[in-house]
Structures are given as C-alpha cells and as structure tokens.
C-alpha cells in the first residue's frame, strides 16, 4: 500500500513540476540575476527563407505582406524554397520577381526541413529569418527581431506566436499559448530558450551549418546555438500571427507530428542533458521538454494508483476530482465546447493525449521527414 501511495505522490510532483515547479525555478533563480541583453537596431544584412508545397492560395497573400516589411533596402533576400511544388505555387512567385523575391525550386520533395536546408547555401543574408506561408508578420517585425543580434551572445531568435480564430479573437489555445510565450520569455531572461518557434524565427548563418534535412529545424537550431556557446532569446516585440487550424483531427494531428519530430531530435542528442557541459541547459531540457513529454504517463500512474486507493476518505476525493476534471474534458470534447469550464480540461487531455500517442509512434519506429503544411 505504501508503494501506491508513494507512486501517486511522484505522479502529481512530476505533473506539477512539468507545468509549474520548472516555471517558479526559473523566477527563483531569476532573483540572484537576469541576463543583460543587447538591443537595439541593427542593419545586418538578413535573408527570409518563405518554405512551400502547393500553396497557390496562400503565397500571393504572404508575399503581400513580406513586401510590406520594414528593413533597409538592398539588405533583405526574399528566398522562396517550392518543396515540390506542382500546382501553380511557382508561377506565383516568379511573377514577383520584379519585386525582388528569389524562387528557389526543390525539384524532388523531401520536406519542410530540407527545402530550409537547400536554400541556406543561396542565402546571402548575415542572418537566416525562417517562415511559415501561413505566418503573418507586422511591418516592423523583421527589425524587431534581427535587433536581437546586436547582442553577440545571442545565435538564435524566437518570435512570439499569437494564435486567432476567422473573426481575429484569441482561438481555444489562447492560455496555452500565452503560458509558453511567458515561459519562453522568463527562460530568456534566465539563460536561454529550449525552443524556438516554428513559423517565425531567426539564426545567424554560422549556427546553420550544420542543418539537418530530416529532424525538425527550429529545436535543432536551438541546440546548435547552445553547443558553440550561443544562446536562444524570445523577443515579445517580434510577432507572428496564424490562424487556428479549421479541422479539429488536423489539428490534433499537427500536434502529434510536433511531438514526434521533437522526440527524434531529443534523443539523437542525449548529450545535451550532460549537466557538467551544458550546466542550467541540461536541466532546462529535461523540464520543458521530457518532463513534458512524460506527462501522460504520470497521469495514467497517477489515476490507477489513486483508483486502487479509493477507500481512504481523502484518496476518494482526489479520485473524485481527477473524474470531474477528466469529466469535463470529454464532455466538452463530444460536443465541441471549447469555453468556460470545459476549456482547460478539454485543451489539456487533447495536448496530453497527442504526446502519448507520439510516444506510441516514436516506438514504433516511426518518423517524419514529408511535410504538408496544415491548412488554416
């Protein structure tokens, strides 16, 4: 009895430390010191890597508003990567050409990651700034993050994301969302990030030289940075919109195609979590992300431990509460409630059941190097 006990009390530590207990380390250690980070405008000359497979709907728009951003002239690329592309993605872009913008066609389709990689020995930029189609930037985005490399210190740079719906409100991810950009900013002004955004992000070309094709482009950015002595910011200032994706499965599968690539990144660099070489790093990673990642199974340990101890009168409360709380989440998922009191539980069972699904797939052998961008 004492083992159960003992396995339930580990089982919400570990859940609270993954989302909480890593958080208020960080704001504890925050107290004896912050990073002191320059900033300010530089005009480096930068390149813009824009990826695509079969994007006629959505480039023209994208290059619309890339040609509305604010950088010095004659200092930004504008690269278009076509990842294969055979609808009428590539005319598009070659009808901006007068504007300035670079097509760079990947004949054979090998994914996001390896359109990025052909393209970085075309760009001519001091700084690689990577985007997504479906990413929309401010005028002053750019500026604002290549500013961040005033500061030699700094190798990588994350954008923020803000996540709306069709009618531009914040979409059902909008806690989630704001929790990690908050988090991200407080790993920033700690040490640095454990990960970058996706559609919005930017690195100096040296941490690039050793890109990858195959593994996802923006965590292994990050550590590229950390192993030559480099770190990762998050800068508020630096924003890039999306839209919510429109299909719920979709969704649910973006999500675990993000765990997966992020666990065959982890664990073909096991030597990031060497704490003597990479000290505070090491610790970082393993709490913001396989702490992360190991959630489920502390949830599922956590439930059947506390269901074999339902005759104590307090073991019968907890249990109580993780049933309502679970409860609400598939209630709220059935009938696509996705606000008040449903919102939380619902978000946290979906996230939390993507990660043990591409747990699943990850020991199945599985991986993903294709990539098909989800449409919003």
Not at 37 to 46: C, E, N, Q
Not at 255 to 265: A, M, N, P, S, Y
Request: aromatic share 14%; net charge positive; hydrophobic share 45%.
């Amino acid at each position: 009895m004492g083992l159960i006990v003992f396995l339930f009390f580990v089982s919400i530590f570990f859940i609270f430390h993954a989302y909480f207990g890593y958080p208020l380390s960080l704001l504890l250690i925050r107290i004896f010191g912050k990073n002191q980070r320059k900033r300010h405008p530089v005009h480096l000359p930068a390149t813009l890597i824009i990826t695509v497979y079969n994007e006629e709907k959505r480039i023209k728009e994208k290059l619309d508003n890339t040609l509305k951003l604010n950088y010095p002239e004659g200092n930004l690329q504008i690269l278009v990567a076509s990842d294969g592309s055979d609808d009428g993605t590539n005319d598009i872009v070659k009808a901006y050409e007068k504007y300035g913008v670079e097509l760079l066609e990947v004949v054979n389709r090998g994914g996001k990651e390896n359109a990025q990689k052909e393209a970085i020995p075309h760009a001519r930029g001091e700084i690689l700034i990577f985007s997504d189609v479906a990413t929309k930037i401010e005028p002053q985005g750019l500026m604002e993050i290549v500013s961040n490399f005033a500061d030699p210190s700094v190798g990588c740079v994350s954008s923020e994301d803000r996540l709306i719906d069709r009618d531009g409100k914040p979409s059902g991810e909008g806690l989630y969302v704001r929790y990690e950009m908050w988090l991200r900013l407080l790993e920033s002004q700690v040490n640095t990030l454990v990960g970058l955004s996706g559609s919005f992000f930017a690195a100096r070309k040296q941490v690039c030289q050793d890109f990858s094709g195959e593994v996802q482009s923006d965590f292994r950015t990050l550590l590229s940075s950390v192993k030559i002595g480099l770190k990762g910011v998050s800068d508020p200032k630096a924003i890039g919109y999306y839209l919510d994706i429109a299909d719920e499965k979709k969704e649910f599968d973006r999500k675990i195609r993000t765990v997966l690539r992020g666990l065959t990144v982890f664990f073909n660099h096991l030597e990031f979590l060497n704490i003597k070489k990479y000290g505070l790093f090491s610790y970082q990673l393993f709490c913001h992300k396989l702490l992360r990642w190991l959630v489920p199974f502390f949830l599922f340990s956590a439930f059947v431990s506390n269901a074999l101890l339902i005759f104590s009168p307090l073991f019968f409360i907890l249990f109580l509460c993780q049933f309502v709380f679970y409860g609400l989440a598939v209630y709220g998922w059935k009938i696509h409630l996705l606000k008040g009191i449903f919102k939380i539980p619902m978000f946290f069972m979906i996230v939390n059941a993507a990660i043990a699904v591409a747990w699943w797939q990850f020991f199945s052998g599985k991986r993903i190097v294709l990539w098909t961008p989800s449409r919003r």
